[in-house]
């Protein structure tokens, strides 16, 4: 089995020394370490070129984001791609909790070279602008307070404060909470077309199971169903979102009169104002979007108790 590692440079130093370590060991490994997207687009598109088994990203939701983007891309040509392993390093690492991927990196690393491969279902988001690339999404796609977090995160929080900085991100946008004239249209159970439409506060279209670095705001969702879990939030006073955010925290997200949820294929979201949405955490458009589940689409290596498979 051959395999090529990509660590996120901005990675803390004993885990580079750790994922370094590792790969000495293993002959038939190679690592490299990108900092610019382009530079690890390049090096999974190498990987493939030269039939490499496991492409594994080392890193947060942002590196497992891009280098299954590649895959997925190189797989819509019709070439035949590696299985994607993961080493979660970063700060949210929402979708490795979904497939049960180990905390310790030479666990992680362990699972990712020699683990089964599982096809799961991911995103394809997309809008109506031509100039706006269209994306695919291993975990979700969240617009509204969702993206104004993204938006006044900075590093240094990540690094200093974990997944809790998303909660403090929240907590401060809680001061001005937006507001967005919105209609869904989605795929119902039986094949016609519904349409929610309300003022809601954030969208999410959930693929994994949690956002955030561990918010639980689709706990019973599948990773091979062919759906994802659509959660939205309405807009309402404040001691009833705050309310909701409670039960956010304690994983019960989808118990709340303000909050509605619905399992579907694909949706068609529109707001005003626009919507600012993330794919995968990494922030992408404010425009009205359309999000489908491709079923089976992606080789990933999951853990033996993957909660989402």
């Known amino acids: 089995m ?7 440079t901005q990675t803390a130093k004993e885990a580079k ?20 997207a382009d530079d690890a687009r390049a090096v999974v598109r190498d990987a493939i070129d030269n039939g490499m088994d496991r492409v594994i990203a080392a890193g947060g939701d942002g590196t497992l984001h891009l280098v299954a983007s590649e ?4 797989a819509a040509d019709n070439t035949d791609t590696p299985a994607v392993g993961l080493c979660p390093l970063g700060t949210g690492n929402d979708y490795a909790r979904s497939i049960g991927c180990p905390d310790q990196p030479h666990d992680a690393l362990d699972l990712a070279l020699t683990g089964r491969v599982a096809r799961v279902d991911v995103l394809r988001a997309e809008t109506e602008d031509p100039d706006i ?16 977090v993204d938006e006044v995160i900075t590093r240094e929080q990540k690094d200093r404060w974990g997944p809790l900085a998303f909660v403090l991100g929240a907590a401060e946008m809680m001061t001005d909470v937006p507001r967005y004239e919105t209609v869904i249209r989605y795929s119902a159970e039986d094949g016609s077309e519904q349409e929610w439409h309300g003022t809601a506060v954030n969208v999410i279209c ?9 918010m639980s705001v689709a706990p019973e ?10 959660v939205v939030l309405r807009h309402g006073p404040m001691r009833k979102l705050a309310g909701a955010g409670t039960r956010l ?7 709340h009169e303000l909050i509605d949820t619905i399992r579907t ?4 979201i529109r707001s005003s104002p626009g919507l600012k949405f993330n794919v995968d955490g990494e922030l992408w458009t404010d425009k009205a979007i359309t999000v489908r589940v491709l079923s089976n689409a992606l080789p990933i290596v999951p853990g033996a108790d993957a909660p989402a498979l």
């Open 71 to 74: 895959v997925l891309n190189s």
């Open 249 to 255: 925290l304690a994983g019960r997200w989808d118990e």
């Open 17 to 36: 020394e750790t994922v370094s370590a590792w790969v000495d060991r293993h002959e038939n490994v190679r690592l490299s370490i990108t900092g610019r």
């Open 2 to 8: 051959n395999a090529q590692v990509i660590l996120n």
């Open 265 to 268: 294929s694909s949706v068609k």
């Open 221 to 230: 969702a599948c990773l091979t169903d062919g759906k994802m879990d659509l």
């Open 206 to 214: 959930a693929n994994g199971r949690t956002v955030g670095g561990g």
């Open 133 to 148: 690339s269209p994306q695919w999404g291993v975990n979700a796609a969240a617009g509204g307070l969702s993206g104004k």
